[in-house]
């Protein structure tokens, strides 16, 4: 073991663990082991089941005056509970996390003995280093590369004003969540053109494919296989596509299409045919080409993604239909559902939507790799 890094098997404490989780504090301070660690916030609350709660941030210090210089002090102001408004207390901060603990508390509900980590008595709760930056697991479920010197968490994009789409957003419909992942997560579409049309959406604020992180890309890409893999099991393609035009938040819309409606190529003839007579030039691109290679960051575009890997992209110059996918996806040729081509036209009551987002999750819930411990 490489000097500096830290045996996370043999310091973690399951009964500080076990306090923490009952506690839920503000902030967590180590000391023992001697290094500087700051993992991202963490949520104390369990999404769309419990009432929103404070974050929590967890904070290692070194030891004074050590040779690395890693830091040992850390300033920071809090306000007490008691004079905080309750909505400013439980705002979480755009970069929150899962609880690390969730698994612990699982096991506890089912009365599962928990193994205790070999420990000294005098040792501590620290977690996992070899998790970077203090995120779950990665989405590939690879233990990421630990850092004797980890980074600052960098700041995820903030959006210019308010955010139907951001996660840690008030804006954001919550109860269409149908899961949620490390860097991105499900909803149901609102006014969706069938009870099982989903969004694919960054946690943070991103306006774009092209603007994404390398992680945002291969979470969203887990997401894609997954929903493929899931509408297959029902007898359904999925065809996804993003308008990167008059929309401030990233939305990939995933669209199922019964098998017994049309076939792949119907649907790729659908879009060609219908681009034509609007006079859009929709052109097929390399399956294995990347949006980046072909957008700039800030430009227009109008992309499609076929269950067989098939991508069809148009560069947006202006005037782009806003409800074109819709229109196409609703078709005759394809659902023929023609009075669905727009959203405004499809809404139903809270109550209704509550009901179809609760199925799904339950449909869902087999395939979601968010649920794996």
Same mark, same amino acid.
């Given at each position: 073991?490489?000097?500096?890094?830290?045996?996370?098997?043999?310091?973690?404490?399951?009964?500080?663990?076990?306090?923490?989780?009952?506690?839920?504090?503000?902030?967590?301070?180590?000391?023992?082991?001697?290094?500087?660690?700051?993992?991202?916030?963490?949520?104390?609350h369990i999404i769309l089941q419990e009432?929103?709660?404070?974050?929590?941030?967890?904070?290692?210090?070194?030891?004074?005056?050590?040779?690395?210089?890693?830091?040992?002090?850390?300033?920071?102001?809090?306000?007490?509970?008691?004079?905080?408004?309750?909505?400013?207390?439980?705002?979480?901060?755009?970069?929150?996390?899962?609880?690390?603990?969730?698994?612990?508390?699982?096991?506890?509900?089912?009365?599962?003995?928990?193994?205790?980590?070999?420990?000294?008595?005098?040792?501590?709760?620290?977690?996992?280093?070899?998790?970077?930056?203090?995120?779950?697991?990665?989405?590939?479920?690879?233990?990421?590369?630990?850092?004797?010197?980890?980074?600052?968490?960098?700041?995820?994009?903030?959006?210019?004003?308010?955010?139907?789409?951001?996660?840690?957003?008030?804006?954001?419909?919550?109860?269409?969540?149908?899961?949620?992942?490390?860097?991105?997560y499900l909803a149901l579409a609102k006014g969706g053109?069938?009870?099982?049309?989903?969004?694919?959406?960054?946690?943070?604020?991103?306006?774009?494919?092209?603007?994404?992180?390398?992680?945002?890309?291969?979470?969203?890409?887990?997401?894609?296989?997954?929903?493929?893999?899931?509408?297959?099991?029902?007898?359904?393609?999925? *065809?996804?596509?993003?308008?990167?035009?008059?929309?401030?938040?990233?939305?990939?819309?995933?669209?199922?299409?019964?098998?017994?409606?049309?076939?792949?190529?119907?649907?790729?003839?659908?879009?060609?045919?219908?681009?034509?007579?609007?006079?859009?030039?929709?052109?097929?691109?390399?399956?294995?080409?990347?949006?980046?290679?072909?957008?700039?960051?800030?430009?227009?575009?109008?992309?499609?993604?076929?269950?067989?890997?098939?991508?069809?992209?148009?560069?947006?110059?202006?005037?782009?239909?806003?409800?074109?996918?819709?229109?196409?996806?609703?078709?005759?040729? *394809?659902?023929?559902?023609?009075?669905?081509?727009?959203?405004?036209?499809?809404?139903?009551?809270?109550?209704?939507?509550?009901?179809?987002?609760?199925?799904?999750?339950?449909?869902?819930?087999?395939?979601?790799?968010?649920?794996?411990?």
């Amino acid at each position: 073991m490489a000097q500096g890094e830290v045996d996370t098997k043999k310091c973690g404490s399951a009964l500080i663990s076990s306090l923490a989780t009952g506690l839920k504090p503000r902030y967590h301070f180590a000391a023992l082991e001697k290094t500087y660690y700051e993992r991202l916030p963490y949520r104390n609350h369990i999404i769309l089941q419990e009432n929103a709660q404070h974050a929590t941030r967890f904070i290692a210090l070194a030891n004074v005056g050590n040779p690395e210089k890693k830091k040992y002090l850390y300033a920071f102001s809090i306000v007490p509970m008691k004079l905080m408004d309750v909505a400013e207390l439980v705002k979480q901060p755009p970069d929150v996390t899962e609880n690390p603990y969730r698994k612990f508390v699982k096991q506890a509900s089912l009365g599962k003995q928990i193994p205790a980590p070999e420990e000294d008595s005098a040792c501590q709760f620290f977690f996992d280093l070899n998790e970077k930056q203090g995120r779950k697991r990665s989405s590939t479920g690879r233990d990421s590369k630990s850092s004797p010197h980890p980074k600052q968490p960098r700041k995820l994009p903030q959006p210019p004003g308010p955010c139907w789409f951001c996660l840690a957003s008030p804006e954001v419909e919550k109860h269409l969540v149908v899961s949620i992942g490390t860097h991105c997560y499900l909803a149901l579409a609102k006014g969706g053109l069938s009870d099982d049309h989903v969004l694919i959406l960054p946690i943070g604020h991103y306006q774009s494919v092209v603007e994404l992180s390398a992680e945002v890309v291969e979470e969203v890409e887990q997401y894609k296989a997954t929903l493929r893999r899931f509408f297959k099991s029902q007898g359904k393609r999925c *065809i996804l596509f993003e308008r990167n035009y008059k929309s401030h938040h990233l939305q990939l819309q995933v669209i199922p299409v019964p098998l017994s409606r049309c076939a792949t190529d119907d649907i790729k003839d659908a879009f060609i045919t219908q681009a034509q007579e609007q006079q859009i030039e929709l052109l097929e691109i390399p399956e294995h080409s990347d949006i980046k290679q072909i957008a700039q960051p800030g430009a227009a575009y109008f992309y499609v993604e076929l269950d067989t890997g098939e991508k069809l992209f148009h560069r947006i110059k202006k005037n782009f239909p806003l409800q074109f996918g819709r229109e196409v996806l609703a078709s005759e040729a *394809i659902l023929n559902i023609p009075d669905k081509s727009d959203w405004r036209q499809c809404q139903i009551s809270k109550e209704e939507e509550e009901t179809l987002a609760r199925h799904f999750r339950k449909d869902f819930e087999p395939f979601d790799f968010t649920l794996d411990d």
